[in-house]
């Protein structure tokens, strides 16, 4: 059980950091926001792309608009 909790967890925080990133914030302001270092964030929207399959903020924005 405590490994599904986990999971709905990070779940969680990788749909807010792609809120974020849609709402047009930069790496500096989402560390900011979440208490991580920029270069956290950026690691985190490297692997969220990554699983994504796109490159950057606005294809990651038009593939979740044709979703």
Known sequence: IQNAILAVYI???LL???KL???GYMH???GETLFISERT???HVQNIFEKLHVSNKIELINKL???
Request: charged content about 20%; overall charge neutral.
């Open 11 to 13: 779940h969680h925080i």
């Open 16 to 18: 807010f950091f792609v």
């Open 21 to 23: 990133i849609c709402d």
């Open 28 to 30: 500096k302001a989402i």
């Open 41 to 43: 964030v950026t690691k």
């Open 65 to 67: 608009e044709a979703a």
